[in-house]
């Protein structure tokens, strides 16, 4: 005699997710990314110099002061944030995560790309820094894979 179905699923069925499942798996990372970016902004547009230590030097010779980098992180996330609401409640708009994630992979490889270059040109050393925001834009492309291939089951 076979023992019975686990709680929550019958034979020969996947077990239950947590998070929001799609065709490619939960998007907890694509909300995770644009919350943090959220924050990021909001740090950014407090009062006081944020950007001021070595590590973020490379930051001021672009000649983008915290409020642009503000606005931009924050429009992104924000826009973000809505573009996975709106797909978890229409499942043919994959194409608005494909869009954010995009910009994700984008935005964070350009803010560890520019944390890197700032600590080695002013102190000699990479930053543990770096590695947390390669993390981010490696997490974004593996979200833009997985919206894509949302895109794709979508369109079938």
């Not at 179905?5 to 909300?31: F, M």
């Not at 194409?95 to 600590?119: C, E, I, N």
């Not at 947390?132 to 794709?152: T, W």
């Amino acid at each position: 005699m076979s023992a019975p179905p686990a709680l929550g699923s019958a034979a020969g069925s996947r077990p239950l997710r947590v998070g929001r499942p799609t065709g490619a798996g939960c998007r907890d990372t694509e909300w995770l990314s644009s919350f943090i970016m959220c924050v990021w902004a909001l740090v950014l547009a407090a009062p006081g110099d944020s950007l001021a230590g070595p590590s973020f030097s490379a930051f001021h010779r672009l000649g983008l002061t915290e409020t642009v980098w503000s606005c931009a992180f924050g429009a992104t996330g924000g826009l973000r944030l809505a573009a996975l609401y709106i797909n978890g409640r229409s499942p043919r708009t994959p194409y608005a995560r494909m869009l954010g994630a995009f910009f994700g992979f984008l935005s964070w490889g350009q803010v560890g790309f520019l944390v890197y270059d700032g600590t080695m040109q002013a102190l000699g050393v990479v930053s543990p820094g770096v590695a947390v925001y390669g993390v981010l834009s490696a997490m974004e492309l593996r979200s833009l894979y997985r919206a894509s291939y949302d895109a794709r089951y979508v369109t079938r």
